[in-house]
């Protein structure tokens, strides 16, 4: 008896030539993978397990057997993605950049530490905050998780300067003197400028406390040269998302540029983590889909990456001179591939963001700083990794942000957004 597959065949039908080839997707945290990418993981590695490192010569690591080319996928995946990121020490196993961080906080940090990390309305990921995986590690059993600025408190949040999109440096190098973290975390989700990096790693070293850099939404950016260099700057951990700016599958990755000394001391961590700790079996098959997209990023991802942020650029200019407010705009708008657009006089963020949907232009409704309810927000937030792979440059940006200026006001604008997304139907940088 054959089992019918047709409705489920049709759906995804549905949504391949809704998303490929109507909507302009302009969520940040997605990307579209090239098709060697996607063509490489349907393979048997869909079926098999293979927990712990690969096996060397004379070590067996693997709790599984028949595992051999499982492992020289893992380990080339492995050497070429610290050839890209210039790193000592990486991790391929975890199966997003949550999982990343996940492994961080479950190998480093114990009940009772205290971590210093970006609020979730100046853009910190929710990971980072009281109900993520970083607040409950810190939480002892029975007691209440402790908030705000006194010493004894379990989660402080970087302090910001006065436009809420920069951590200040100087005000967060008081805090870790006064309060001691376990660990300082930098990165955002809704990420728009880099992180003073250097001078706090600077005030970390000298009480011997990690700084973990989430770069889930820009580790594309950074692989490109086009946003900061975390390692370089002094990050103990490099995690971030192999899907976003760096278009790949649904995967993570754990970087490290540690010497000698530092990767005794803190690279155990991530390991452990890793492994037995946020993943057994590492869904294998889309670690050669991994390795593919490295490739992609060491050939293309500078031209990338430069053409994203100037999109970026282009489309939040271009939004707030037609009068639709774009956050930022004293610095530019942003320095990656996020804008943040103020949608208030419109509306609730969500009901914006579905207007947009209805147009068939895809975005997500987001936290600006001072907004409180995660649930009915004042902003949206936009990312052009997507489009701008499929070729879209700063004169289709404009074009782009008309049509948004006109659905955010009511406009029914749905033909042509069509119109210009079946100009840009073809895949750069593969």
Not at 7 to 15: A, M, R, S, V
Not at 41 to 62: C, I, L, T
Not at 93 to 100: M, V
């Amino acid at each position: 008896m054959t089992i019918d597959i047709h409705d489920i065949e049709q759906l995804l039908e549905q949504q391949e030539q809704w998303r490929q080839r109507q909507a302009i997707n302009l969520i940040a945290s997605e990307n579209t993978p090239s098709e060697a990418v996607r063509r490489v993981q349907n393979s048997d590695f869909m079926g098999r397990y293979a927990e712990g490192h690969p096996n060397e010569p004379g070590k067996v690591n693997r709790y599984y057997q028949g595992t051999r080319y499982i492992d020289e996928i893992e380990r080339q995946a492995r050497t070429e993605i610290m050839e890209l990121f210039r790193a000592r020490q990486a991790d391929v196993r975890p199966i997003s950049g949550n999982a990343s961080n996940t492994a961080i906080a479950l190998g480093y940090l114990r009940g009772g530490d205290t971590v210093v990390a970006n609020s979730t309305d100046a853009g910190g990921h929710i990971s980072h905050g009281p109900v993520g995986v970083f607040g409950r590690r810190i939480q002892n059993r029975g007691q209440v998780l402790k908030l705000g600025s006194e010493k004894s408190v379990n989660l402080h949040y970087l302090p910001l300067t006065e436009d809420h999109y920069h951590v200040d440096a100087q005000k967060t190098i008081e805090l870790i003197e006064r309060v001691s973290p376990q660990l300082v975390i930098m990165g955002k989700s809704l990420f728009l400028f880099p992180e003073p990096v250097s001078e706090v790693a600077a005030a970390c070293r000298a009480k011997n406390i990690p700084l973990l850099y989430d770069g889930a939404h820009v580790l594309g950016l950074i692989a490109g040269g086009q946003f900061q260099d975390p390692l370089r700057e002094g990050a103990t951990w490099l995690t971030g998302s192999t899907h976003k700016t760096f278009p790949g599958p649904q995967r993570g990755v754990i970087l490290g540029n540690l010497d000698e000394e530092g990767e005794k001391k803190f690279w155990p961590a991530a390991d452990r983590g890793v492994f037995p700790g946020s993943s057994s079996n590492h869904h294998l098959h889309t670690l050669p889909a991994l390795l593919v997209a490295t490739r992609e990023m060491k050939l293309y991802g500078r031209d990338y990456a430069a053409q994203i942020v100037r999109n970026a650029q282009a489309l939040g200019r271009s939004l707030d001179e037609l009068g639709t407010p774009v956050e930022a705009r004293d610095f530019g708008y942003t320095k990656s591939h996020i804008i943040a657009v103020n949608v208030a006089q419109f509306g609730a963020g969500v009901e914006v963001a579905k207007r947009l949907e209805a147009n068939d232009i895809i975005v997500n409704y987001n936290m600006l700083p001072g907004d409180e309810d995660p649930r009915n927000p004042s902003g949206l937030r936009i990312g052009v990794s997507e489009m701008t792979r499929y070729g879209m440059d700063e004169q289709a940006m404009g074009e782009l942000a008309q049509l948004m200026h006109d659905a955010v006001h009511g406009q029914q604008v749905k033909e042509q957004v069509n119109k210009l997304r079946a100009r840009y139907t073809e895949m750069q940088y593969v």
